[in-house]
């Protein structure tokens, strides 16, 4: 509980809950909590920010896309399932445990399992992003990969950007085909779906999906006009050798 530095109320809180299944009561008690709250409370508002920002740049549309953040080894704040991003509130965000069973009343994403199998797998991250974002997916259907050296920026961000099987949204399926490629990757495309990035923070993990973007949108406009020229060796080189030292372009 190192988020808050109030465990024995959190703990309380938990307790409360499991007693009485009193969901409201569990908030009651998390207000009393001044620290947890003041850090959560942080934290809803920069996904609420995100979940904004990333409607607002039609990364999803209607009630697509789902965000995510690991509070604590057992806790996690969610996006609620069935609702536009562009549309909610930090009040709408949702806490559940490690097993995806809410902490709060409300319904988690229904992508909830894709996210806790990404955290269970990488203990380095905080945060998951998951878009629909047009033109990366209009690539993933056409099957034309993001490849690692067409672009700088795509190369200091993230190489070459891997596509998972095919998954049906909002199913199982999407914890099961991200396994593997998440161990290696903070930035992977889902079949026919959408996109998926993570980081240390929900800042570094929207960045990701907006470079992601910005990329599979320069690929596909190239691709309308010629071919894209791929770099050089030579290039690709002294490149990472650049993003070795400078993390951001
Ligand atoms: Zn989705």
Redesign the pocket.
């Known amino acids: 509980m190192h988020i808050n530095g109030n465990s024995y109320i959190v703990d309380y809180a938990m307790n409360t809950i499991s007693m009485t299944e009193n969901k409201s009561m569990i908030t009651t008690v998390y207000k009393r909590c001044e620290t947890s709250v003041m850090t959560e409370e942080k934290l809803r508002s920069e996904m609420i920010v995100i979940a904004h920002r990333m409607y607002n740049k039609e990364l999803v549309a209607a009630t ?3 965000i995510s953040y690991r509070l604590d080894k057992n806790r996690f704040l969610l996006t609620p399932t069935g609702r536009c991003k562009g549309d909610l509130t930090e009040d709408d965000l949702l806490v559940c445990d490690e097993e995806g069973k809410p902490l709060e009343e409300g319904v988690i994403t229904s ?1 909830a399992s894709m996210h806790l199998e990404a955290y269970l797998r990488r203990p380095d991250i905080n945060a998951i992003v ?1 878009a ?1 974002p047009p033109y990366t997916v209009a690539l993933s259907m056409a099957g034309i990969p993001i490849e690692g050296n067409l672009l700088p920026e795509a190369i200091i961000a993230f190489g070459q950007v891997p596509t998972s099987n095919f998954a049906i ?2 199913t199982n399926e999407g914890a099961i085909v991200i396994r593997k490629l998440i161990d290696t990757h903070n930035a992977l495309i889902l079949d026919r ?2 996109a998926v990035t993570v980081g240390k923070s929900l800042r570094n993990a929207y960045y990701l999906m907006e470079r992601l973007e910005y990329i599979s949108k320069v690929i596909y406009l190239a691709r309308c006009i010629g071919v894209p020229k791929p770099l050089t060796k030579d290039q690709i080189r002294r490149i990472q050798a650049v993003g070795a030292v400078k993390k951001e372009t």
Do not use: R
């Open positions: 697509g896309g789902n992508e998951h629909h949204p909002s779906h959408g």
